[in-house]
């Protein structure tokens, strides 16, 4: 990554937050597309959308927890040589607006079937990231137009017994610190001048992973809101970000993995994330146990449940922005042999 590139990032963002962030939506942080559109789910909230073009079977990328469609810039022309790729910002993120109702799968189900409604491709593969990975799966519980769905490292933090050679009670203990540090950071107002700061974290990571810097600063501008006080945040707000942490505790994913019909691919990360700034020094045990738990795991449900297929993705939990060719091709070859190309 080139460093000039990435201090430019950083000093238009500086520049422009003033201007491009309200009150109401994200900031305007990225430049859009001539693709971007505005669809409404069904309670009216506007949801912000990125058609990425191309021809073939459609596909629905969603992003993970705090992140926007922007995590798809790099594998979505790629998808798109065989494909009609589409984008969209979760409710609450990026550019899409928030509504009264609280965030659930549910919830985010239902907008992902007002998009595909809306663009006219129902029958989508919806694939996500992270977050949006376990979206993609609920779809193939309750949306039956929705013929198959990819899961890229959406694992949240699972159960207790998946943390192996750990005793259940202290898992749990720390799965409680875990989850109250994240609601806690979820939407965190902070001043204009600490901005620069959250920039050169996003700058360090992505040279750390070798993602150009302005893929991870893209992220950070689109997500950019002003507090009533004129403070900034990083969308979803307080509100909703607590309550995506949430659904994400309350999800049985391999229940639902063990229930779904159709074609489900399911991708985990092969190298470690970077080390997460503020976490105790137990955290990075705990997640070594849970990488362990999960890869048994998902070996006996690739073994157990034909409908799921399983892949590794050499690359950390970023890879959609780290390693798009071998995302792009792994679920080209998904949707190919699911759907035909």
Avoid at 22 to 44: P, Q, V
Avoid at 196 to 212: F, K, N, R, S, T
Wanted: proline share 5%.
């Amino acid at each position: 990554m080139a460093q000039s590139g990435s201090n430019e990032a950083k000093s238009k963002v500086s520049t422009e937050v003033s201007t491009e962030v309200s009150g109401e939506a994200a900031g305007r942080a990225d430049s859009g597309a001539s693709g971007d559109l505005t669809c409404m789910a069904g309670d009216g909230v506007e949801l912000a959308v990125r058609d990425h073009g191309g021809a073939g079977p459609a596909v629905l990328l969603l992003h993970g927890a705090g992140r926007t469609l922007a995590d798809w810039e790099r594998v979505a022309p790629l998808l798109a040589v065989r494909h009609r790729v589409l984008a969209m910002d979760l409710r609450g993120h990026g550019r899409s607006g928030e509504g009264a109702v609280p965030w659930t799968f549910e919830v985010a189900v239902g907008d992902v079937a007002a998009v595909l409604a809306a663009c006219g491709v129902p029958e989508a593969v919806v694939v996500g990231h992270s977050m949006g990975g376990m979206v993609a799966a609920r779809c193939l519980e309750l949306l039956p137009d929705t013929p198959a769905a990819v899961n890229l490292d959406g694992h949240g933090m699972g159960r207790a017994e998946q943390y192996v050679g750990l005793d259940a009670a202290y898992v749990r203990e720390r799965l409680g610190e875990v989850r109250k540090f994240a609601e806690e950071a979820g939407g965190r107002p902070f001043d204009a001048a600490a901005l620069e700061g959250v920039l050169d974290y996003q700058a360090a990571m992505a040279a750390q992973l070798g993602i150009p810097g302005e893929f991870m600063v893209a992220g950070v501008r689109r997500s950019l809101a002003r507090t009533a006080d004129g403070r900034l945040f990083l969308r979803p707000g307080r509100r909703q970000a607590v309550q995506a942490q949430e659904a994400m505790a309350g999800i049985d994913l391999f229940a639902l993995y063990r229930r779904v019909t159709r074609p489900l691919l399911i991708a985990r990360a092969l190298r470690p994330n970077p080390p997460v700034p503020g976490m105790p020094p137990w955290f990075e045990e705990l997640m070594a146990a849970y990488v362990e738990g999960l890869r048994r795991d998902l070996g006996e449900l690739a073994r157990t449940q034909p409908q799921v297929t399983v892949a590794g993705v050499d690359g950390t939990h970023a890879m959609a922005l780290e390693r798009p060719a071998e995302v792009a091709e792994l679920v080209a070859g998904f949707v190919a042999g699911v759907v035909g190309a």
